[in-house]
């Protein structure tokens, strides 16, 4: 196999934190280069600050790493974007299409667009949605994807690129936080009954979305990057699951552990969007594909969670 040298964007973001270490430790620290729009002064490794809407300045970094894949991980998530839609848009279809466009010119051989279930919308299975769905979107995040992953196949059809795509559930981890989106509670919620907080949930305690957690997320991704490309047979973007709960289930689990957690139910802007999504995901495909296995359940997950937060918070490795 040839060396690949692997650029991600949005590496300081929820998901690029723990794939670039994962990253790192599969092709090498120094053939991993992380990027995002601001410093990283805490990051282990190769980081350049880069503004992906910038094109030079992307290709300069493909021409000065010799960079061969492409994690594509900027974006504004759902509830961030509706605050700013026209620029939304803007950015996340801009930063897509200059991904794109310095692949295809420099012949980059993989490149990982992460799509979402916010792809749906109403007029869906809102139970076990199947992969090949009608794609109604309900915020600009997910207008941006649903577009992006047609433009993926688009470039893969017409220019033999090849663009891979996972359309994440909310991911939950204990090692980086979420950005402005609706899934993000299912994260804040350990937080706060780790430091003994009352917690205010922003969707109603029975709205049920498929969740998924980071390892099998990064797992999920891996998989599907390193499968061989006859077997990738969707190429707009696959459907992943990994399990489904409520706020209300979520909290009952944590509350095993931290029995005295309190929470009150002040639904937002937020709830209107979970309610246009999935409640659990259909992914036969991906795993009739590339044999794709979820592994942790909302026990096991939720353990995880809290043995990691509790080592964070008392070695202080946190400040939230
Ligand atoms: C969001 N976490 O809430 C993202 C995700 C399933 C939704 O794409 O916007």
């Given at each position: 196999m040839d060396k690949e040298i692997i650029l991600i964007t949005g590496s300081s973001g929820q998901l690029g934190t723990v794939l670039a270490e994962k990253l790192q430790k599969k092709y090498g620290v120094e053939n991993i280069i992380a990027t995002d729009l601001r410093e990283n002064p805490t990051f282990?490794?190769?980081?350049?600050?880069?503004?992906?809407?910038?094109?030079?300045?992307?290709e300069a970094t493909v021409l000065k790493y010799k960079i061969t894949q492409i994690y594509h991980l900027a974006a504004i998530l759902s509830a961030n974007g509706e605050k700013h839609p026209l620029s939304t848009w803007d950015i996340n279809m801009k930063t897509l299409f200059n991904v794109l466009e310095v692949s295809r010119i420099h012949k980059i051989s993989k490149v990982f667009f992460p799509s979402s279930i916010a792809v749906f919308g109403n007029n869906i299975e809102r139970s076990n949605t199947p992969q090949s769905s009608n794609l109604t979107p309900s915020t600009v995040?997910?207008?941006s994807k649903a577009a992006g992953e047609n433009w993926g196949k688009y470039y893969f059809?017409?220019?033999d690129l090849d663009v891979r795509s996972l359309r994440y559930p909310g991911v939950i981890g204990y090692q980086s936080l979420p950005g402005g989106g609706t899934t993000d509670y299912a994260v804040d919620i350990?937080?706060?009954?780790?430091?003994?907080?009352?917690?205010?949930?922003?969707?109603?305690s029975e709205t049920m979305l498929p969740m998924i957690y980071m390892d099998d997320a990064i797992r999920a991704?891996?998989?599907?990057?390193?499968?061989?490309k006859e077997k990738i047979t969707v190429r707009t973007s696959y459907n992943i699951s990994g399990l489904s709960f409520t706020p209300n289930q979520l909290a009952s689990s944590i509350k095993e552990k931290y029995s005295s957690l309190k929470i009150n139910y002040k639904p937002d802007f937020r709830q209107e969007i979970a309610s246009s999504w999935p409640m659990s995901i259909d992914d036969t495909q991906a795993r009739k594909d590339w044999d794709w296995k979820p592994k942790f359940n909302i026990k096991t997950l939720t353990e995880t969670m809290l043995k990691n937060l509790e080592l964070k918070y008392n070695n202080n490795l946190i400040n939230s």
């Open positions: 282990n490794g190769v980081f350049d600050t880069l503004d992906v809407t910038d094109f030079e300045a992307i995040y997910g207008i059809d017409k220019y350990f937080h706060k009954a780790v430091k003994n907080e009352d917690f205010e949930c922003f969707l109603s991704t891996l998989e599907l990057m390193e499968a061989p």
